[in-house]
């Protein structure tokens, strides 16, 4: 992994630490994480392989980001802020999904180019996976259904909350 490739790892690292403090569901925490996410995608994705079992592992693996991310949001609590803003604060068990996630890209980068270089390429001959490009994919992938996941199912439990938050506010005026 290059200097650059822990830069990245870092923010990415930063944004569970904002998910961990709490954070408004404003268009900037909705924008942030996807810009990162998109910028990565763009450095690194050049093309998604689909010849020999490329394509199972980029489901596979792109199958699991989403799960990270749902699992992650699913277990973020939220609660309507003063201002009627939802207010999202991740526990432990988000907050672990998402280093699992994390971590899991830089190990395989790291080992990839420091020892497991060699046991890589033969787990790839042996289930047909016909280039390192269908490993970045997958793992740009991942992250991507991570991120992405994790913000809709979010946006959708926070237009929820808001809307029932609205819903009560119009039954008590009613009452009234």
Known sequence: MSTYD???NAVLVLLVIRQVRGSRLDLLNLVLPLA??????????RSIPTAGND???ITVLASVGVLLGVGAALATRLRLG??????????VV????????????????????????????RFSLQHSITSGQAWVAALVLMALGE?????????????????A???????ALAAG
């Open 6 to 8: 822990y830069l990245i």
């Open 36 to 45: 990162i996410t998109g910028f990565v995608a763009f450095q690194y994705l």
């Open 55 to 57: 394509l199972v592992l």
């Open 82 to 91: 003063a201002d009627g803003v939802p207010f999202a604060k991740a526990g």
């Open 94 to 121: 988000a907050a672990v999904l998402w280093v699992v996630g994390i971590g899991f890209r830089m190990a395989f980068s790291f080992e990839s180019t420091h020892g497991e270089g060699a046991a890589i390429d």
């Open 147 to 163: 991120v992405v996941s994790r913000m809709l199912v979010l946006r959708i439990r926070g237009h929820r909350l808001t809307a």
């Open 165 to 171: 938050a609205g819903r009560g506010r119009g039954a």
